[in-house]
C-alpha cells in the first residue's frame, strides 16, 4: 500500500513538473514576443524602443510584487549614442539594396547624401604617411571602397579601423563584406558613414554609390536600469542580472529584434523574478534588467557606481545574456574565479541530469557582469550553447529561437539560488 502511495506521488510529482514545464514554455514565449515585437522596436535608440522595454519589465516587476530598493523601480543615467531614424537607401550602380540584409551602415556613422564616384582602395594605398596624404587627395568628393584582405590578426584589424575612421574624416566609406553582417551601438558619430556591404553587391568593378544615410547622435541620452528585490529570509543578497537593451532600428525598415540577445535572458529574470516572488530564498535577491549594455556595459557600470544596495552584501551576481538554445549546454564566465559556485552548478546539474554539459571559462569582460567583477563582486556570466547562432543582425528573431534548454537553466538556476546560504 505504501509502495503503492509513493508511486502515485511520484506520478503526480512528474505531471506537475511537466505541467510546470509547459507553463514556464508558454509564458517564456510570450515575453520573447513582446520584448521582440516591432512595438518595442528593437529596444534602442529610434521611437524611444528602449523605454518602453524599461516602462514594460517595471510593470511585470509590479506584478509580482518586486520591491524598490530605492524610490523607485528605476535607476536613470545618460549616455550619447549614435542612431539612425530617417530612412536610409544605398544603391550600387543602380541596384537599390535591403537594409540589414544587404547592407548595414556602420554603428558610428554620420550621414551623407548624394551619387558618388568609387575610389577602390587596397592597404597599400594607405600604409605610408604619403600614400595616404596622397589617397585622401583622390577620394575628396568621392566614396573611398575599401578592399583590405581578410585577417584575425588583433594587431591588424586594429590598423585597418584606424585607416577607416582616417577615410570616414574625409568622405563616406564601403566595404565589401564576406559572410553575415553583424551591426553594434557606438556612443559617437563620425562625420561621414561607413557601409558594410555584402559582397555579392559590392565588387571591385562597382562604380557609383547612391546613398541617402542621416544620423541622430542623442546626446546625454536618458536610459534607465530596472531593479526590484525579492525579501528573503536572511540579510544576504544575490544579484540577478540581464541586459534588456538591443540595437534598436536601423532606418524605419531593418529591425533588430535581439531575441537571444537578450530578449531570453530577460525572459529568464522575469521567469525567475516570479517565481522567488512567492518562494521567498534564504538570501534576498535583487533584479536587475540593464539598459546601455549593447553601448558599452553602460547600464551596469552605472548601477555598480550608483550602490543600489551595500555591495559588501552580496554572496554572487549572476548574469544572464543570450539563454535561447542550450542544445550542447550551457558556459560559466569566471568559473575559474568563482569555483564553488560552478562545481555546486555541476552538481545539481549531474543530480538532477538537466544540461549536455556545464563548460568553465575563465574572465572576460564580454557582458554585464564586467563591472561587478572588477568591483572584486564575486560574479558569474551564464550563456547557452549550441543551436541557431543568429547574432547582432535582423534574423536573431523570436520565431526561430527554439528555446530548447530554457526550462532546463531555469530549474537549475532555481535549485542553484534556493540552495545559497
Ligand atoms: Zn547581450
Known sequence: MRQCFTLVAVLLGMSAYTQDRGWLESHARAYLDTLTSPAFHGRGYVNGGDAIAADWIGAQFERFGLKPVKKDLFQPFTFNVNSFPDSIKVSVDGQLLVPGTDFIVSAKSGSAKGSYHLVHLTIDDLLTPERRAMTMGVITGKAACIHFGSTTDQDTLAMYRAFEEELMLHGPVVKPVAGKLTWSV??????????????????????????????????????????????????????????????????????????????????????????????????????????????????????????????????????????????????????????????????????????????????????????????????????????VAHYHDVLDRAETLPLTEFADVYELLKEFISSMR
Not at 555541476?346 to 557582469?369: F, M, W, Y
Request: glycine residues 10%; negative net charge; charged residues 20%.
Open 186 to 387: 557606438a556612443r559617437e558619430a563620425m562625420r561621414h558613414p561607413l557601409i558594410e556591404i555584402a559582397s555579392e553587391a559590392l565588387t571591385d568593378s562597382s562604380l557609383i554609390i547612391d546613398l541617402e544615410v542621416t544620423n541622430k547622435l542623442l546626446v546625454r541620452h536618458q536610459a534607465r536600469n530596472v531593479l526590484g528585490m525579492a525579501k528573503g529570509k536572511g540579510k544576504g543578497w544575490i544579484v540577478l542580472g540581464a541586459h534588456y537593451d538591443h540595437l534598436g532600428r536601423m532606418g524605419p525598415d531593418a529591425l533588430f529584434p535581439g531575441a537571444n540577445d537578450n530578449a531570453s535572458g530577460v525572459a529568464m529574470l522575469l521567469s525567475l523574478a516570479e517565481y522567488f516572488s512567492k518562494h521567498p530564498a534564504k538570501n534576498n535577491i535583487l533584479f536587475v534588467a540593464f539598459a546601455g549594455e549593447e553601448a558599452g556595459l553602460v547600464g551596469s557600470e552605472w548601477c555598480v557606481v550608483d550602490r543600489p544596495i551595500d555591495w559588501a552584501g552580496v554572496k554572487l551576481m549572476i548574469n544572464l545574456d543570450i539563454l535561447g538554445t542550450g542544445d550542447d549546454g550551457i558556459t560559466v564566465v569566471n568559473a575559474t574565479a568563482q569555483q564553488a559556485a560552478f562545481d555546486k552548478l555541476v552538481g545539481i546539474n549531474t543530480e538532477r541530469q538537466l544540461l549536455a554539459q556545464i563548460k568553465s571559462r575563465g574572465p572576460a569582460c564580454n557582458s554585464d557582469h564586467c563591472p561587478f567583477v572588477k568591483r572584486e563582486i564575486p560574479s558569474i556570466y551564464i550563456y547557452t550553447l549550441g543551436g
